[in-house]
């Protein structure tokens, strides 16, 4: 039976976000990319971080530092910000050590991302200061020159082969970001070097949904003019591709199958986003046609289940547009039917378009003030869903996704404690502990490991006392504000 339960909302809805919280809205970003980690601190909690460290101890178990080093970086991220959270400082010689384990990953675009996720983690816990006087430290100069040696298409997953740039973008628009952060100066020619990656991602997917961090990245800098220079207009280059069909122009591959009006309305919700900071928004709005109605015409194209992903994406952009009272009269009924979609959607039944669903429904029934839709049925069903992902091979290896999702959803929400209690669905073991224990030695299987780690690290860095955002992010203001 549905009832209620007892969770602790990191906002009190729309309103109440922050502008990092505002550009850098949904799961994908902080799980997959590792950007806007950290959000909604709450200050330090003995208990939860005595459950983020049992993560890592069963981690280590399985022998996941020895055999990957981004295991290792995340943990000494992590012990560093919590020991900050607890103490108020650190020493300096472990910040060097988690620069140091961040250098040491073979793959160029994780270095990058690692790079960024700490100078990222030292700008929340305020110790840019100390980063700027370690010995040989140049964060600037040290991420840009890394970013050079990424490769056009070296990603191996279902899009192999169709990124083109897609990854140099997406690293470069973390870089901005870490470097916003930090409050160091990006160079011009640094960031007309990264706009021009955009001509290299051939898929229309992929070239809106990560340019549009880029361009956001731009804006938050206060560069908005870069991206008219020389004759060109960035946006609304990137918005008319989002149609190109022609040579060259690939589409992406999803784990489950998707709609076309999925593969439409994503990467038009992330340019949505990113058109609300421009000064221009209105200009851009009405580019080619009116695409706030292009999107509402997308979302009730979608599927149900593809609704549960985009419909976080559709309120956060039309909130930051200021048209959302316009579009969507009736907020409550709206996130009533999103969010209730969970009792026709099994979250085992895959591990991506079903599996990180229910996540998507947390948040946007935070974000629209509504928690009291995430009832207790609601969380047994998602905590428990983990063992029916043995039902194929590539659903089991890639069960961290899922998992990653769901560690920071209810950490979010103050019930990451259910993934800790002995469950029958797991055979009265922990979900932690069950999922850990599944995972191959030392992880080699699964290639989304990643993604708990960075679950790990926002908790972690949340535990620091709440503050006003960076100025990169505080003195920012949305045009519809004003």
Known sequence: MSGAVSITPPVGGLAALGVESRVLATPWSRMVRGIGLGQHPVGHDAAAADRIRHTFAALAGRGVEEADPYGRFARLLVELALDHARDGAVEPARMSAVLAAAREHPNPYFRVMAGCVAADAFGKLGLGGQLARLPGADPAAELQAAVEGIEADRIRDENAGRHGHYERLSASSAVLLALGQLGATVEPGRLLGALDLLDGVPSPFFRGRGGSVLLAAAMLLGREDLLTEGGRDRIAETLRYLGHTGPGATSPVFPQPMS??????????????????????????????????????????????????????????????????????????????????????????????????????????????RPDLVTEEFLDRYVDSFPDLDRTDDDRVNRPYPFAYAFNALAEIGCDDLLFQPRRAYGGAAPVDWVVSRLSPGARAEPRLYMLHHALISYALRMREPAPEAPVFRDFVFPADT
């Open 260 to 369: 076309p009006a999925f593969v439409e309305v994503y990467p038009l919700l992330t340019m949505l986003n990113a058109i609300s900071m421009s000064g221009r928004a209105g200009d851009y709005l009405r580019l080619g046609e009116d695409r706030v109605a292009q999107a509402g015409s997308l979302m009730g194209a979608l599927r149900p289940v593809e609704r549960t992903h985009m419909g976080l994406y559709y309120v956060v952009a039309l909130h930051n547009l200021g048209v959302l009272d316009e579009q969507v009269p009736d907020l409550d009924r709206f996130a009533e039917d999103l969010v209730g979609q969970w009792r026709t959607t099994p979250p085992g039944e895959n591990y991506f378009l079903n599996g990180i669903s229910y996540a998507y429904l947390i948040q946007t029934a935070v974000f629209t003030g």
